[in-house]
């Protein structure tokens, strides 16, 4: 099984900051897929961002971007220009590209508290 | 749309109650799963299910049944409910994609064992 860790439970940025959260994860797989997920204290799981294993380029969304590293197995998130309402708790996920039900496998997290 | 919806919000179950936690999705996905998420444990997948009728064991199913009479509808039962079953559930949809794009949650369940 497949199994991610990260590495920072808490985080601390100031606003308009960049903050970078760690990943890595461990499988024996060539094709799969990485997210970031945010969870505001809401509770509702949002998509931060998706990278594809099979593509080198690094995924970006706005102000979000990721560092893929496939040999080293590592996926971190940076957050540029940090705002008060990216505090949340951040998940990263793994999910197989093999049709083995594609459940998200999640570690444990990593909270983010953004000061003014 | 409602996209995925869980019912009840919050429960409060003493040791030994049983009770079924519902989960309906309107975005006619194949796969269904159900994750619980403790303080410090990210979210753990239960069971999950690639179709009506069919259902898997996760990485936590203990203490847990699940059904899934209706593409719709994907129900995790406790017969006999714990304090270590305390913990924040949720449910989740996927279409049958590698993608991973249309992974939609519900807005979880309380749920406190006493």
């Known amino acids: 099984a497949q199994t991610v860790t990260q590495s920072q439970p808490e985080m601390s940025v100031q606003e308009a900051e960049t903050v970078t959260l760690s990943c890595t994860y461990d499988?024996?797989?060539?094709?799969?897929?990485l997210f970031w997920y945010k969870q505001p204290p809401s509770r509702q799981m949002i998509l931060v961002i998706r990278?594809?294993?099979?593509?080198?380029q690094n995924a970006t969304e706005n102000r979000f971007s990721v560092n893929f590293q496939k040999a080293a197995k590592s996926f971190s998130l940076k957050i540029s220009d940090s705002q008060l309402g990216d505090a949340a708790m951040y998940f990263c996920?793994?999910?197989?590209?093999?049709?083995?039900?594609?459940?998200?496998?999640f570690g444990k997290g990593t909270s983010l508290l953004v000061t003014p | 749309n409602a996209g995925v919806t869980q019912t009840p919000k919050f429960r409060v179950l003493k040791t030994g109650q049983s009770m079924t936690l519902l989960c309906a999705q309107d975005?006619?996905?194949?796969?269904m799963y159900w994750y619980r998420q403790d303080p410090g444990m990210g979210l753990r997948l239960i069971h999950y299910?690639?179709?009506?009728?069919?259902?898997a064991k996760g990485e936590v199913p203990d203490g847990y049944n699940v059904s899934r009479l209706k593409k719709q509808n994907f129900l995790l039962g406790l017969e006999s409910a714990a304090p270590s079953q305390t913990s924040v559930y949720f449910c989740?949809?996927?279409?049958?994609?590698?993608?991973?794009?249309?992974?939609?949650f519900g807005s979880g369940t309380r749920l406190t064992v006493v």
């Open positions: 989740a949809s996927s279409p049958r994609d590698r993608d991973g794009y249309g992974y939609t």
């Open positions: 499988t024996s797989e060539s094709d799969y897929y």
């Open positions: 990278q594809e294993a099979y593509k080198q």
């Open positions: 996920a793994y999910r197989s590209a093999r049709d083995s039900g594609y459940a998200l496998n």
């Open positions: 975005m006619n996905h194949e796969y």
């Open positions: 299910s690639v179709g009506e009728g069919t259902t």
